[in-house]
Structures are given as C-alpha cells and as structure tokens.
C-alpha cells in the first residue's frame, strides 16, 4: 500500500507517519527528515536546501524529486509519505514515477487542522540539539525547562519554527499546496480526517479510513 498525508505544517503528519508505518509495515517518507540529514552532513543539496528552510520557502520540486527518486529506487515495501507532495507539479512527478514501476497511490489523506490551531504548535515545538527528540511547551514539555529529557542537551527553536517564519510557511501552503487536495479529490481515494484530536484519536480515525 502506497500512501500519502497531507496538512498544514505542524498538523501532525510526521506523528501519525510513524504510527501508521508502524502498523502497516511500509516505509515513511519523510522530506524534512531527508534535508535535515543532508543539512546537518553538509552535503552539496544540504547547503542548497537550507536557504530555502530558513526563510520558510518551499524547496523546488527539481531537487525533492532528484533526492526523492535516489533514496526510493531500491525500496521494495510500501510507501508512507509525509507532507509530499507539496505542489502539483511534485505530485504529477510523483505519479509519474509510481507508474515507471507499475504502481500507484492507493490512499490520500488530508489531517485538517484549523490555522489558528496550527500557529500555536508550532511556535510551541521545541527540538533538542543532540538526539533530535521534539517536545511542545504546551502538550508535552520536557521535565526541565529547554532540556532534552532523553539526553540531557539544551533544546532549541526551529528556524522554520520561528513566529515569522511560521506565518509565512502557511501562506506558501495556502497559495502552492491547496490545490493538491482538488487534484487528488478528482482521483476517487481522497480522505479527510480531523487532526485537531489527539494524537491517539486521530490515529483510529485514519486506520479506520484506510480499511475502508
């Protein structure tokens, strides 16, 4: 089963990726995840991308799909993407590439999270320096005031993560990647699920779905 989520930043998705890849056995993708490897390695494409991340713009489809496709020829389980694609162009690429390996995307689905809802977690998240692990001052914090619980290392905020930042990275969603949700409503395996639930909640509603 191939498998896309879509949402505003900060909806939730990578949460929900890892439980779902978990269950179904099939592989999360993760974009941010990819160009954080390739930012903190400082790879030719890392010191590309981060211009892009800081400023909170999209990276071009040109590079994602390049990274993409290098990362993926190989893998034969299912795959779970997570905040991919991000435009039209991205997704169209995207099919484009399932169909040179006789596949498809079986499921599309969209965590609709208010914007207001949106703003507040992610100026909230706060990641550690070491290890990578991600807390939210208002829905679980670390024990320690910007502290790493598991490593013991001072926290820090997120370039993207930033209040100016983060506005401007829901306005690009909202001009580049919204009208992915009527391309795939055209395709007949579009879903919507509520991702101002908790975690939990929202993990149900969408594995409901999917069975469907």
């Not at 490897?37 to 030719?44: F, G």
């Not at 670390?142 to 013991?152: F, M, R, T």
């Not at 990275?169 to 879903?191: C, H, M, W």
Request: aromatic letters at 8%; hydrophobic letters at 35%; charged letters at 25%.
């Amino acid at each position: 089963m191939n498998i896309i989520l879509l949402g505003y930043p900060g909806s939730g998705k990578g949460t929900q990726a890892k439980v779902l890849s978990q269950k179904l056995g099939i592989f999360h993708v993760s974009t941010g995840d990819i160009f954080r490897e390739e930012l903190a390695k400082k790879t030719p494409l890392g010191q590309e991308v981060v211009g892009y991340l800081s400023a909170g713009r999209l990276v071009p489809d040109r590079l994602v799909l390049e990274v993409l496709k290098s990362r993926l020829s190989a893998e034969t389980r299912g795959l779970l993407f997570d905040g991919f694609p991000r435009t039209v162009d991205q997704a169209e690429g995207l099919d484009n590439w399932f169909a040179g390996r006789s596949q498809s995307i079986d499921a599309v689905v969209f965590l609709n999270v208010a914007e207001g809802e949106v703003i507040k977690r992610l100026c909230a998240r706060r990641t550690c320096s070491a290890c990578g692990k991600i807390y939210n001052t208002i829905s679980s914090p670390p024990a320690k005031e910007n502290v790493c619980d598991a490593c013991g290392k001072p926290l820090t905020i997120r370039e993207d993560d930033k209040p100016e930042v983060v506005t401007r990275r829901i306005q690009v969603y909202k001009d580049q990647t919204e009208p992915l949700l009527a391309y795939y409503r055209s395709n007949g395996n579009f879903y919507e699920a509520d991702g101002g639930l908790t975690p939990e909640a929202v993990a149900e509603k969408v594995a409901a779905l999917l069975k469907r």
